[in-house]
Nanobody
């Protein structure tokens, strides 16, 4: 059973930064695209960013230029560097493994972590 563990969330003021980490238990995940999603209060879970095994990245428009996704396969860890945070970035952030065809669709991802809370105060 694949396990993903997110960490690095917290409370930060608007304009601040956080780096989220997603550690995996499986070495073979280096061959998969990994994604970050978030779910804000009263909202549906949404795509944030993804990184392929080869390092290609994709972002939702609202975080482009502020967030950076990266991965360290030797450490079996995916990161999400979040800069210039805004109150609307407040959400529970999840990482997941892409097993389907669509970078941006929740249904293409499996093996979700438990999430890490990010709260941005104004």
């Amino acid at each position: 059973q694949v396990q993903l563990v997110e960490s690095g969330g917290g409370l930060v003021q608007a304009g601040g930064s956080l780096r989220l980490s997603c550690a995996s238990s499986e070495r073979t995940l280096s061959s998969y695209t990994m994604g970050w999603f978030r779910q804000g209060p009263g909202k549906e879970r949404e795509f944030v960013a993804a990184i392929s095994s080869g390092g290609n990245t994709a972002y939702t428009d609202s975080v482009k230029g502020r967030f950076t996704i990266s991965r360290d396969n030797a450490k079996r860890t995916v990161y999400l560097q979040m800069n210039s945070l805004k109150p609307e970035d407040t959400a529970l952030y999840y990482c997941a493994v892409r097993t389907g065809n669509n970078y941006y669709s929740i249904s293409s991802y499996a093996y979700w972590g438990q999430g890490t809370q990010v709260t941005v105060s104004s």
